[in-house]
């Protein structure tokens, strides 16, 4: 098989490299979700294309002019049945992502993944002030009397 001949695997390689650099290089929560929603594409896809057969047709057995058909070429149908569950998966993995992303914004006011690190340690050293302010012990000259 020749190389445009395998445009579907070149197609997976790209998406996949895509989505792969959108996770790591994008500070965006939502972009990462993005990016994540491609990369799981670029698999289904990769799955699909490995399924396929060619001149393959739906694994029926079907009979013409009572005789079966004998030399017919199925395609596997598991494969497919497969990515049909992960695109089941992926959207409900999508629209769980995409709610704790609102509740990030609603909480931090940004969605940007630099913005809330920032936050949260700001908020981890005040309570580790706080902590280390009511759990200090006063010095021994100043016990009252």
Not at 13 to 20: H, K, Q, R, T, Y
Not at 25 to 45: C, D, E, H, R, T
Not at 50 to 69: C, F, K, S
Not at 91 to 109: K, M, P
């Amino acid at each position: 098989m020749s190389v445009p001949g395998q445009w579907n695997y070149w197609a997976v390689i790209v998406l996949m490299m895509v989505g792969l650099y959108i996770v790591i290089a994008k500070p965006n929560y939502v972009k990462k979700l993005m990016g994540l929603s491609l990369f799981q594409v670029s698999v289904i896809m990769l799955y699909v294309s490995m399924g396929r057969v060619l001149n393959g047709t739906a694994p029926i057995y079907v009979l013409e002019d009572g005789t079966p058909q004998a030399l017919v070429t199925y395609s596997n149908p598991v494969p497919h049945v497969l990515m049909l569950t992960a695109i089941v998966v992926g959207i409900a993995t999508t629209a769980v992502g995409l709610a704790l992303v609102v509740r990030i914004r609603e909480a931090y006011g940004s969605s940007e993944e630099d913005v809330v690190a920032e936050l949260d340690r700001r908020e981890v050293e005040e309570q580790r002030a706080q902590f280390e302010a009511m759990t200090a012990t006063p010095p021994e000259g100043d016990e009252p009397a």
